[in-house]
């Protein structure tokens, strides 16, 4: 019985196809970050913002805003990995992008209250910079970087445990912290543009997208707290 034609991954298609799944999938990170700065815009815009994000932050909110941000996120792969439908996978993709931009609201708006509207600048244009090298050396050295996968898992796991426990005891994570997370972010960076080739099959660009966008904005969102951080500090 002869194999589907996207039953493996992207690596195993021949060029055309392999060309097209790239082009999808960096056309709709694109439309994702797009999609991400539209409705952040009006976010900050709105009149309510300042009430909006003092409820978010205040007390033990904050941990309540995460754990439903993890579960609309895990709820949203789920949806961009459907094989069921192409409109259940970009239901996935948008919902994710609705979720980033709540959650980012709060740091973003503390960055152009406190810091400026250029600080937020100069850490997108850093961010896309950095974004940009880890992809050219990803695609490049054509490495496979699946062995980040257990780096990151346990790092995932310490990184949340000491943000939790940060919130509960009241100590401020610093920008050494920061740092660290720019760090990790740009590893997941290699690894899902690794995972792009080795990993998704021609068919899933929409799931590939949302990985990629995931690593993207947790790199903005530790880059933009270094600058905040070192801005302050002038």
Same mark, same amino acid.
């Given at each position: 019985?002869?194999? @589907?034609?996207? =039953?493996?991954?992207?690596?195993?298609a021949?060029?055309?196809? +392999?060309a /097209?799944?790239?082009?999808?999938?960096? !056309? @709709? #990170? %694109?439309?994702?970050?797009?999609?991400?700065?539209?409705? /952040?815009a009006?976010?900050?815009q709105?009149?309510?913002?300042?009430g909006?994000? +003092?409820?978010?932050?205040? !007390?033990?909110?904050?941990?309540?805003?995460?754990?439903?941000?993890?579960?609309?996120?895990?709820?949203? /792969?789920?949806?961009?990995?459907?094989?069921?439908?192409?409109?259940?996978?970009?239901? !996935?993709?948008?919902?994710?992008?609705?979720?980033?931009?709540?959650?980012?609201l709060?740091?973003?708006?503390?960055? %152009?209250?406190?810091?400026?509207p250029?600080?937020?600048?100069?850490?997108?244009?850093?961010?896309?910079?950095?974004?940009?090298?880890?992809?050219?050396?990803?695609f490049?050295?054509?490495?496979?970087?699946?062995?980040?996968?257990?780096?990151?898992?346990? !790092?995932?796991?310490?990184? #949340?445990?000491?943000?939790?426990?940060?919130?509960?005891?009241?100590?401020?994570?610093?920008?050494?912290?920061?740092? #660290?997370?720019?760090?990790?972010?740009?590893?997941?960076?290699?690894?899902?543009? =690794?995972?792009?080739?080795h990993?998704? +099959?021609?068919?899933? @660009?929409?799931?590939?997208?949302? %990985?990629?966008?995931?690593?993207?904005?947790?790199?903005?969102?530790?880059?933009?707290?270094?600058?905040?951080?070192?801005?302050?500090?002038?």
């Amino acid at each position: 019985m002869q194999a @589907h034609p996207y =039953s493996r991954p992207v690596t195993s298609a021949g060029v055309t196809v +392999r060309a /097209e799944f790239i082009r999808r999938t960096y !056309g @709709h #990170l %694109a439309g994702a970050l797009l999609a991400f700065l539209l409705v /952040e815009a009006l976010l900050l815009q709105w009149s309510g913002a300042a009430g909006f994000v +003092r409820a978010m932050m205040g !007390g033990y909110t904050w941990l309540i805003v995460l754990a439903a941000f993890m579960g609309v996120s895990w709820l949203a /792969e789920k949806w961009a990995q459907s094989d069921t439908s192409p409109q259940m996978q970009y239901m !996935g993709l948008g919902l994710y992008v609705l979720a980033e931009a709540v959650i980012f609201l709060p740091l973003l708006y503390i960055a %152009a209250s406190m810091s400026g509207p250029s600080v937020i600048s100069t850490a997108g244009i850093i961010t896309i910079l950095m974004f940009t090298g880890l992809t050219y050396v990803a695609f490049t050295t054509q490495k496979d970087f699946s062995f980040l996968s257990g780096v990151l898992s346990i !790092g995932g796991f310490v990184a #949340l445990g000491v943000i939790i426990a940060s919130m509960v005891f009241g100590f401020t994570l610093g920008v050494l912290f920061a740092g #660290l997370m720019v760090a990790y972010a740009s590893a997941a960076i290699l690894y899902n543009t =690794s995972n792009i080739m080795h990993q998704y +099959r021609p068919d899933q @660009h929409v799931a590939a997208s949302l %990985a990629l966008f995931a690593s993207v904005a947790l790199l903005f969102w530790y880059v933009l707290q270094v600058v905040m951080s070192l801005t302050d500090n002038d």
